[in-house]
């Protein structure tokens, strides 16, 4: 898991529309913590990611992703990974996420992620 990844599911996870920052914490320690500002954590276990407030997220065998709570995802038009929920996302310049509610999310690094108003 890298905390960008955290941070995209967070954001998919919150309805995509508050600002909020992740970070690892120490970066020694196992299992790996992110720590994100909109009040959720995550750590990872054998390629799975749980979050503290109970909900896992998972890569399916064909790709898909796979979200305990309930949250289905399917590629869309353009690129566009479409969630149940009503946030859609897809991969931009640099490695970054851009969400269809404003919203971009990049890595600080391999350490930080943000997710903010896109400004373009």
Known sequence: MTVLEVAVYALVLTGGKTPFFCEQKDQVAAPMVVECTNGLSATEDKGVIHYDNGVVVSRLPDGNLSFSNGITAHW?????????????????????????????????????????????
Do not use: I, P
């Open 76 to 120: 869309g038009a353009g690129s566009w990974v479409q969630f149940s929920n009503g946030v859609s996302m897809r991969r931009v310049a640099g490695g970054n996420f851009r969400s269809s509610t404003g919203m971009l999310c990049e890595a600080g690094g391999t350490t930080k992620a943000s997710c903010h108003k896109d400004e373009e």
